[in-house]
T-cell receptor, first 111, second 113 residues
């Protein structure tokens, strides 16, 4: 079993839809949770960063962490074609220098 | 543009050869991370340097090595290349570890024939 599990998709939604992306993990010691967006042929770009459990909102993006279920989510409201990319979850331990990434979910938002 | 630069963008070489990938971190960032991204393995952490010193090692093969120079740029050396080493190699930088806000470069696409 991988430490971080993420459904690779692909996921296709119409413009304006609410998108839900999820990851599960096995190591209960993870404390920092990140979501990266990666456009084709580009490097990952940090979208959201949360510490421990709870919600964090930034514009159309909301990140949720449920440590009791070892489950994290990224919600995208009013999705746009420009949101079409691969979304990677990542997490690490407090004080650790190496992040563990999910496989990434490929999202397409159709106009 | 993240401010992290990587050269070259593309590299095509043969099995058994040795290549060097170069990374310049964002201005002010002291920590550099190297990652390998392949279709079957996803994004894998290789190694991290902070201000010239190795800080963490991930799934880095013995055939691979890295260093960070006094001007903070870093090089990843891959030797005795195999077909399975074909992948995207990313460099990321951050102000200092353990900081989770890492900024990724555009990557080097390595093809081993």
């Amino acid at each position: 079993q991988k430490e971080v599990e993420q459904d690779p998709g692909p996921l296709s939604v119409p413009e304006g839809a609410i998108v839900s992306l999820n990851c599960t993990y096995s190591n209960s010691a993870f404390q920092y949770f990140m979501w990266y967006r990666q456009y084709s042929r580009k490097g990952p770009e940090l979208l959201m960063y949360t510490y421990s459990s709870g919600n964090k909102e930034d514009g159309r993006f909301t990140a949720q962490v449920d440590k009791s279920s070892k489950y994290i989510s990224l919600f995208i409201r009013d999705s746009q074609p420009s949101d079409s990319a691969t979304y990677l979850c990542a997490m690490n331990l407090r004080g650790a220098n190496d992040m563990r990434f999910g496989a990434g979910t490929r999202l397409t938002v159709k106009p | 543009d993240s401010g992290v630069t990587q050269t070259p963008k593309h590299l095509i070489t043969a099995t058994g050869q040795r290549v060097t990938l170069r990374c310049s971190p964002r201005s002010g960032d002291l920590s550099v991370y190297w990652y390998q991204q392949s279709l079957d393995q996803g994004l894998q952490f290789l190694i991290q340097y902070y201000n010239g010193e190795e800080r963490a090692k991930g799934n880095i093969l013995e055939r691979f090595s890295a260093q960070q120079f006094p001007d903070l740029h870093s090089e990843l050396n891959l030797s005795s290349l195999e077909l399975g080493d074909s992948a995207l190699y990313f460099c990321a930088s951050s102000v200092a570890p353990p900081i989770n806000e890492q900024f990724f470069g555009p990557g080097t696409r390595l093809t081993v024939l």
